[in-house]
């Protein structure tokens, strides 16, 4: 199969439209930007499309597929009810990087929802996007647009690596935006439970209710309540460890590493660490320490960086749990294999 690269809102954009909301009619996938990261598109509503989006993946098919939608009013078909806190929730964070999970209505194959009760459904904020899902006429099912397991793509180089020859189209929506994927939650008897950290914080999530974290998350005895958050994930082809801590420690412990000859290292640090590290050393630099927000944009192009430029062993540079740090710190325990290390004061 030949994959299309088409840009988004070019010239000829409502010729293109069609083009690619007629792919989707006809059962096929199409690759598309999200304010967070690329996702691999097809009907929501076709069990057969659901198949075909596992294959692509070669993900397991317990793992269940996001819906999303272009209206907040296009919810009322795929669940059951909304409660008042959904609403608000809705109201306050769509379009954007929240997803909620619903009680599905029996519209939503089980092959969609892998085989669960609920239905986990988003309003991306691309205006192109939706626009595109608008003309599609259904819910588009969409996990990230990578093997199972892999980085999830930023760009479109990235889903290209992955996707190429195995999906029908692109449209190519530049480097995303926040660059993890959203926040995943439930909002049901007044309370908010995170499944998943990401774009949409905790802090900002406490407006509206009571916050916990899955308890999943973080024992390794719990089952998480996303299916997916059990995978490894996220890894890049070398070991990665992460330090994490007092910020002069974690600096100390990796510059300690430049002179180590027992194996090829590579840094995946901060622009200040940068900084100190040996000009012919093997760095990706995921931007100042002090803002999250650059750190979260370019962690999965570090990740991936690491993949072309080969190390025996990548030294990380971690970050706080607030913030958009509680999803930075999420994926890169994932991606390290729990390999975190705290230099503690
Ligand atoms: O930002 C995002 O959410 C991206 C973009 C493309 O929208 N999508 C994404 O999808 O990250 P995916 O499939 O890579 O991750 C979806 C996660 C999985 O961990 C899955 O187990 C969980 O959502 N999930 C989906 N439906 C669920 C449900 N009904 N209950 C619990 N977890 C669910
Ligand atoms: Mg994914």
């Not at 020859?165 to 926040?183: F, K, L, Q």
């Not at 093997?282 to 993949?307: D, K, P």
Request: charged letters at 20%; glycine letters at 8%; proline letters at 6%.
């Amino acid at each position: 199969m030949k994959t299309k690269v088409i840009k988004a809102n070019a010239r000829s954009w409502n010729q293109k439209l069609k083009e690619l909301s007629y792919i989707i009619k006809q059962g096929g996938l199409v690759a598309f930007p999200t304010e967070t990261v690329y996702g691999l598109g097809g009907n929501g509503l076709d069990a057969k499309v659901a198949k075909k989006i596992y294959a692509a993946k070669g993900r397991p098919s317990d793992n269940p597929l996001i819906l999303h939608v272009a209206d907040k009013k296009d919810v009322e078909l795929l669940v059951c009810d909304i409660t008042p806190l959904e609403r608000k929730l809705m109201d306050a964070f769509w379009p954007g990087p929240l997803t909620i999970v619903f009680p599905k209505k029996d519209i939503v194959p089980f092959e969609i929802s892998g085989g669960l009760d609920t239905v986990a459904i988003r309003c991306p904020a691309l205006e192109f996007t939706r626009e595109w899902i608008r003309a599609c006429g259904v819910p588009i099912a969409g996990p990230s647009a990578n093997l199972s397991g892999k980085p999830s793509p930023t760009t479109v180089e990235a889903v290209l690596h992955d996707m190429d020859g195995r999906i029908d189209a692109i449209i190519d929506g530049g480097v995303t935006d926040i660059g993890v994927e959203s926040t995943i939650v439930s909002a049901r008897q007044n309370k908010i439970i995170i499944y998943r950290p990401g774009g949409i914080t905790k802090e900002m999530l406490e407006n509206y209710a009571s916050v916990e974290l899955d308890k999943g998350l973080t024992s390794s005895f719990i089952p998480p309540l996303a299916p997916g958050m059990k995978y490894t994930h996220y890894a890049p082809t070398s070991p990665l460890v992460v330090y994490t801590g007092d910020t002069k420690k974690v600096e100390n412990k990796i510059l300690s590493f430049i002179n180590k000859k027992d194996k090829k290292y590579g840094f995946f640090v901060s622009e200040e660490t940068a900084a100190l590290l040996p000009e012919d050393a093997v760095v990706f630099c995921w931007g100042s320490r002090n803002n999250q927000q650059q750190m979260a944009h370019r962690l999965f192009q570090g990740l991936l960086y690491f993949n072309t430029n080969v190390v025996d062993e990548i030294i990380g540079e971690g970050t706080s749990h607030t913030g958009l740090g509680l999803a930075i710190m999420n994926r890169l325990t994932k991606a390290s294999g729990y390999h975190i290390i705290v230099e503690s004061t």
